[in-house]
Nanobody, 129 residues
Framework: VQLQASGGGLVQPGGSLRLSCTAS???????????IGWFRQAPGKEREGVAF????????RYAESAKGRFTISRDNTPNTVYLQMNSLKPEDTAVYYC????????????????????WGQGTQVTVSS
């Protein structure tokens, strides 16, 4: 399974970006067997889970830092998950990674990065004036 994250860039404080994560290479299992998480890591900081979505997209979970500003969604037809980020702040600057976790229950959304099976390569988000 391969995950491809895209959509990062340089944006001014208060601006918006939409990240995409497209998955491919499934054998046996399918995209909707996996919960998806977005994580980020800033220089000198630990990796942080930002947003998570269940296999069907019916349930979402956000870090406190993302609540009210970020929205995670998924479209299982083109195997893509999105992270809409609004009201961006300089502290949102980081490399953002998407990850897929095979789950046994459709509502599961693991928060622990160690529970994720596949990772994308990351996309840089820089919030600066």
């Amino acid at each position: 399974v391969q995950l491809q994250a895209s959509g990062g860039g340089l944006v001014q404080p208060g601006g918006s970006l939409r990240l995409s994560c497209t998955a491919s290479g499934f054998t046996g299992l399918t995209f909707d067997d996996y919960a998806i998480g977005w994580f980020r890591q800033a220089p000198g900081k630990e990796r942080e889970g930002v947003a998570f979505i269940s296999t069907s997209g019916g349930a979402m979970r956000y870090a406190e830092s993302a609540k009210g500003r970020f929205t995670i969604s998924r479209d299982n037809t083109p195997n893509t998950v999105y992270l809409q980020m609004n009201s961006l702040k300089p502290e949102d600057t980081a490399v953002y990674y998407c990850a897929a976790a095979w789950v046994t229950l459709k509502t599961m959304m693991p928060r622990d990065a160690d529970e994720y099976d596949y990772w994308g390569q990351g996309t840089q988000v820089t919030v600066s004036s």
